[in-house]
Nanobody, 112 residues
């Protein structure tokens, strides 16, 4: 099994920045994609960004492209989401996915 834990959420003013972290443990295959999704109140969960593995190629949702950066520590199953120029529309619970596993999420609230 894979265990996923997110951290780093919080309250930030519009225009500010936050960095989310996701630590995965357990039986993690090198082919598992690692990524971030978010779910705002009353909305469906949506894709934010992911790292394709083993290539390391990254993809972003159009709504965050140019503002968010996903990265992975080289020798650890830890990924990050650097979020800049946040807006109220980025308010959501952010979930990390590693292969078939999901974390409980971390709340990001952007005040306008």
């Amino acid at each position: 099994q894979v265990h996923v834990v997110e951290s780093g959420g919080g309250l930030v003013q519009a225009g500010g920045s936050l960095t989310l972290s996701c630590a995965a443990s357990g039986r993690i295959f090198a082919s598992y994609d690692m990524g971030w999704y978010r779910q705002a109140p009353g909305k469906e969960r949506e894709f934010v960004a992911h790292i394709r593995r083993p290539s390391g190629a990254t993809q972003y949702a159009d709504t965050v492209k140019g503002r968010f950066t996903i990265s992975k520590e080289t020798y650890r199953n830890t990924i990050y989401l650097q979020m800049n120029n946040l807006t109220a529309e980025d308010t959501a619970t952010y979930h990390c996915s590693v292969g078939p596993a999901w974390g409980q999420g971390t709340q990001v609230t952007v005040s306008s």
